[in-house]
């Protein structure tokens, strides 16, 4: 068959993409793209995955199970520390990592990029679980360019987007991403970091529906179905003010 062609070959045919996509978009203006570069960077091999959360048509999410940050050997302060680290694994001054948004810029980052850098990292592996759960997913392409090239580049466009629009979106309603990987967004191996999440508004909708028919009828309402109705209106009420609120956020972005 034809020749595939190279990770990097590929990357700068999707960074024209992505580009395009978003050429006119009020949401990545500078300002977002300074915001972008605080965003925690982790190696895979830094994680450990759990059970799979789930599967789309391009990605898949698992659980993350363990996080064991690499070491730096020597001393020094925050921003020297993640220096080390990065060129013992790397090797290179400018660490081959891109803030998202800005991934033309491969030269070395300030130290106050690094400093928050070190301090994001450490929040992340001191708090990846909750009393022995797990706070946080990855999501990762499930495909490859070999077994299906258009399916594999969409993928990869399809979550450098996702990237970009998480990296500068901060509402309480809408998913948090936590962290992205350290390896270039436009290639194959790179991956997010998102909270993870304990049920979908479909799992929702499906517990009210059993919710509503235990409770309902004449002898059922006597029995305390009624004030149980209530309780669940009242739920699903606060549950579409939070989804309104979401996407009255991202309509504010324009």
């Not at 599967?55 to 220096?83: Q, R």
């Not at 479909?202 to 009210?208: L, Y």
């Not at 609120?245 to 324009?254: E, I, K, M, N």
């Amino acid at each position: 068959g034809p020749e595939l062609p190279s990770d990097n070959v590929l990357a700068v045919h999707v960074a024209t993409e992505v580009d395009e996509y978003f050429k006119n978009s009020k949401i990545m203006n500078e300002e977002a793209k300074m915001a972008v570069g605080r965003i925690a960077r982790l190696d895979k091999r830094e994680l450990e995955t759990g059970v799979k959360l789930g599967k789309g048509g391009f990605s898949t999410v698992w659980e993350i199970s363990k996080v064991s940050l690499f070491k730096a050997k020597s001393g020094g302060n925050a921003s020297m520390k993640f220096s080390e680290v990065i060129k013992e694994n790397y090797g290179r001054k400018n660490f081959g990592i891109v803030k998202v948004g800005d991934e033309d810029n491969r030269s070395d980052w300030k130290d106050t990029d690094l400093m928050n850098q070190e301090h994001d990292r450490k929040q992340i592996h001191k708090h990846h679980l909750r009393d022995g759960i797990s706070r946080y997913a990855i999501k990762m392409l499930h495909s490859s360019y070999e077994s299906d090239p258009q399916q594999h580049f969409s993928g990869i466009i399809d979550l450098a987007v996702e990237t970009r629009f998480l990296s500068v979106i901060r509402h309480p309603n809408i998913l948090k991403m936590r962290a992205i990987s350290l390896s270039d967004p436009y290639k194959s191996n790179f991956f997010i970091i998102l909270d993870k999440v304990y049920g979908t508004l479909d799992d929702k909708i499906n517990e009210w529906f059993r919710e509503h028919r235990k409770n309902n009828g004449c002898i059922k309402q006597l029995m305390g179905g009624k004030k149980a109705q209530e309780k669940l209106f009242n739920e699903r009420l606060l549950i579409m003010f939070d989804i309104a609120s979401a996407v009255q956020h991202l309509h504010s972005l324009g």
